[in-house]
């Protein structure tokens, strides 16, 4: 789904991450803007601050630009979002990608959809904590105590976390 585009005085572009080079039309790539109403950076952190706030495209060092960390690319003069360019869970400091807790999880127990999982961090008493909401197979037999005690022993065996919540669905719902 497009953003739209964007306003008289700014300007958005898609670039490639890594080589901090311009994307070609329709190629996907991090978003950079630049423009009045972009902030001038993080408080009292000038090594973050130049890393996202002063980008600079490489080659014609045009900029400063904002580094987003969201991924998407233009059509047609219009914005279109496609994700993150580090998608992480961030639990006590270690980075965990949610794609692979959520493979961990669908393939713990068969009562579990493989294409129905979603993890992310909730706030536990000031912290984070991971969560998952999962789709079950309402024709697949099985204890539901057994699917919950699967999830956990699966979770904390591959990626060393403890589950805060599991939440089990409805397929489709």
Known sequence: VGCGGTLPDQRIVIADPETRTPCGPGQ???IWVH???VAQGYWQRP???EETFRATLHGTEEGPFLRTGDLGFLHEGELYVTGRLKDLIIIRGV???PQDIEL???QCHPRLRPEGCAAFTIDCDGGEELA???EVDRHKQGNLD???QAIRRAISLEHELNVAAI???RAGS
């Open 47 to 49: 090594d973050l601050t």
């Open 28 to 30: 996907i790539g991090e």
């Open 146 to 148: 057994d699917v919950f």
């Open 95 to 97: 980075n965990h990608y």
């Open 35 to 37: 423009g009045p109403s």
């Open 167 to 169: 939440v089990l669905i």
């Open 132 to 134: 998952v909401v999962v």
């Open 104 to 106: 961990t999880v669908r």
